[in-house]
């Protein structure tokens, strides 16, 4: 089945401690995106990646890395230095439909709690 | 930067009734979609109208694309309880070209009655 997968499910995560989320797509997409969820909030981009080797930052990348060596993964970093991490986190990925529009097709999610 | 908002941020209705969501945005778009989560879990695209169309149906889904006010609403006709979920409306970025980047609402959270 063709989809994204996020790994872990759940993370628990001492405070100074970076941690990496997963996220594989195999749909053969060039376009992956991180986004955050706060409770009652809406989705806040983090960073995202139009092409192999190149990513660009969202409008929340303080305190969080990535990299896009190769087409299907995309992981997150969530660095010591971001304030308040704890959050769910959701990956996507998109191609560029017949319409020409940007539908994304999401993971699962990854629930990141700070002890 | 927050492009779409929806109200009401919560609604509740008997099974069967129709729900109405709608969606404001400030800036240009190409197009705009709605998405639902369902609790705990990811978003699932439900429908896409582009700047260019007024309406658009997808089974019992109804969305209209008012340009003018930028405004869009979503129907949701005959209700059924597993409809409760989240909803969000996304608009699109032009300026960042192919696979533009996507902004979300904050959401709205319906709850459909039995």
């Known amino acids: 089945d063709g989809g994204i997968t996020q790994s872990p499910k759940y993370l628990f995560r001492k405070e100074g401690q970076n941690v990496t989320l997963s996220c594989e797509q195999n749909?053969?997409?060039?376009?992956m995106y991180w986004y955050r969820q706060d409770p009652g909030q809406g989705l806040r981009l983090i960073y995202y990646s139009q092409i192999v080797n190149d990513f660009q930052k969202g409008d929340i990348a303080e305190g969080y890395s990535v990299s896009r060596e190769k087409k299907e993964s995309f992981p997150l970093t969530v660095t010591s230095a971001q304030k308040n991490p704890t959050a769910f986190y959701l990956c996507?990925?998109?191609?560029?439909?017949?319409?020409?529009?940007?539908?994304?097709?999401f993971g699962a999610g990854s629930r990141l709690t700070v002890l | 930067s927050q492009q779409g908002e929806e109200d009401p941020q919560a609604l509740s209705i008997q099974e069967g009734e129709n729900a109405t969501m709608n969606c404001s945005y400030k800036?240009?778009?190409?197009?705009l979609q709605w998405y639902r989560q369902n609790s705990g879990r990811g978003l699932v695209h439900l429908i896409l109208i582009r700047s260019n169309e007024r309406e658009k149906h997808s089974g019992r889904l109804r969305v209209t694309l008012d340009t003018s006010k930028k405004s869009s609403s979503l129907l949701i006709t005959a209700s059924r309880a597993a409809d409760t979920a989240s909803y969000f409306c996304?608009?699109?970025?032009?300026?960042?070209?192919?696979?533009?980047?996507?902004?979300f609402g904050k959401g709205i959270t319906l709850s459909v009655r039995p």
């Open positions: 749909l053969n997409h060039d376009a």
């Open positions: 800036t240009s778009i190409n197009n």
């Open positions: 996304a608009t699109d970025d032009p300026s960042t070209g192919a696979n533009s980047k996507l902004t």
């Open positions: 996507a990925s998109s191609t560029r439909a017949r319409s020409g529009a940007n539908v994304l097709t």
